[in-house]
């Protein structure tokens, strides 16, 4: 038995759940999320709490148990309390800017790189525009938007500069004078 497929998910107030057929629909205060559930995989509701069940001890069916209830519990606590990613921007006039629906970076090219944002993700940036936050109820979309705004510029590997997730660590080269 998966030692997380079989832990039960708690249901906070606000929330609310419909299981209907193969499908789970989250609602809560911070949006609704929905999702298909693999076959072989059953979700009851009972007093409050979910509970995940597998059919047979099949290999894949057993991987299974333990990701659908998973996911399962990011839903849940994506529309209770929602998901945050902070993102640290690095180098000499790399900042960014929020405007509605879309982040306007300067990295260095000699244009502004535009990054329109998903429904449902939303991003802030401090008073000195080098620390950007982003949220979201979907814990993989804003994993993704996280993703694709560091490659706009991912960190070099000489002096650091780029957009790097806060508190990534990044271990710099020595270069040409650090060789003596």
Do not use: C
Not at 27 to 49: D, M, Q
Not at 113 to 133: C, H, M, N, R, W
């Amino acid at each position: 038995m998966s030692r997380i497929g079989k832990k039960p998910i708690e249901v906070p107030k606000g929330v609310t759940i419909k299981l209907d057929g193969r499908n789970v629909q989250v609602k809560g205060p911070k949006g609704e999320l929905a999702w298909e559930i693999p076959f072989r995989i059953s979700v009851k509701e009972t007093e409050g709490n979910l509970l995940v069940e597998r059919g047979d001890d099949d290999r894949q069916t057993r991987a299974l148990h333990g990701l659908s209830r998973s996911l399962i519990f990011n839903m849940v606590s994506g529309v209770s309390q929602g998901f945050i990613r902070a993102m640290e921007i690095t180098g000499v006039g790399y900042r960014a800017a929020v405007q509605p629906g879309k982040i306007v970076f300067s990295l260095g090219y000699s244009h502004p790189v535009e990054y329109v944002l998903p429904e449902g993700i939303s991003a802030e940036v401090d008073k000195k525009q080098t620390a950007l936050t982003l949220k979201g109820a979907d814990k993989q979309k804003l994993g993704q938007v996280a993703a694709e705004i560091r490659a706009l510029r991912s960190p070099d590997a000489y002096k650091g500069k780029g957009i790097r997730y806060a508190g990534e660590y990044i271990k710099l080269k020595a270069g040409k004078t650090g060789k003596k």
